[in-house]
């Protein structure tokens, strides 16, 4: 593995011995978006692309940091008042810090990382460097004793506290608990989470990346869910994970229009991710392919979060006769996920890559993905 093989050459030219090698996932969610804030349910897995790094402990009360794709080193303490300057290295800073603030050890090590988790692409690089990192500060320093579920947390706590993103659960908890060929059911309300076989023989996910961010001039996403907490309070309930469609129109008279689409997409997509999971039980690929379409369509017309750009891409995988397409992800750029037979696939990307191409200008950019592990150890 040539990742391997640079990340293990570096550490020995830079520090002069070998370090332990770890590694963690990006992740994909098949289906259930913008359920998480209103206490439904999502269907990630970890892919087959991550963050590796060789790390040594050095004996004393600092970190040495080498990024090797950015080719640029940090050095810092673990005291709240080392913050190194560099955003990539406040990553590691904050899961050194938010580990020992749970009362677990950390002391002073060397590490080089990269990845092959493509940037931008909206599969969670951060949250697989924050959970290679959580998973081995575990394992060096602390025999493994901090559970699964706090490293996911500490990983959350990392963005909130260090990096300025107030992110849900969902990409550490998928990085942590990644099963090679399965997705996993986590309830956003409970934490409760289940492991469903992905055995998908004769097909293949692929993303393709429309390389698209629109600039927004408000808050769509807050205001989204603005939306979605009015509507819950109005029907007197915590979140609209305990509404259904029935309630739902008892009150239209008494919404708008706008809050009525988006409690209409959320309600509908709580229950399309339980029936994906039904339908992956029965191996009906068919009616997980067709409702990956419903929640397109849902996210384009109802929530109104994506793109011409995106739409675009999704009409192309129809047409193509691809079994399942759709955004994922917050939306108004990034990626398609796509399930393509695999007699279909070399005329749906060659078809994407022309007809896209002829209308913006660039090919969207393709990766295959294939659900894979979670954190580790490599050696």
Known sequence: ???????????????GTKGSLYASAGRINLIGEHTDYN?????????????????????????TAYSLDLGEEATFGLNEEDAPSQQWARYIFGVCRETLKRGFDVKGFDTVFAGNVPLGAGLSSSAALESCFAFAMNRLFNSDAIPKFELAKIGQSTEHNYCG????????????????????????RSLEYEYFPFSINGYKLV??????????????????RQSCERVAAKLGIETLRDADMAALETIKAEISTEDYMRAKFVIEEKKRVLDVCDALNRGDIATVGRLMYETHRGLSKDYEVSCEELDYLNDIAKECGVA???????????????????EKYDRFIATAREKFSARYGHEPKVYDVVISDGARCVQ
Do not use: W
């Open 1 to 15: 593995m040539e990742l391997k093989s640079k990340i293990e050459k570096t550490f020995e030219e830079r520090f």
């Open 39 to 63: 206490g439904g349910f999502v269907f990630p897995g970890a892919i087959d692309k991550v963050i590796m790094a060789a790390i040594r402990p050095n004996g004393t009360d600092r970190v």
């Open 165 to 188: 993103v107030n992110c849900g659960i969902m990409d550490q908890f998928a990085s942590v608990f990644g099963k090679k060929d399965c997705l996993i059911r986590l309830d956003c």
């Open 207 to 224: 993303l393709l990346d429309s390389v698209v961010k629109h600039e927004l001039v408000d808050s769509p996403y807050n205001k989204r």
């Open 324 to 342: 399942g397409s759709r955004i994922m992800g917050g939306g108004f750029g990034g990626c398609t996920i796509n399930l393509v037979a695999n």
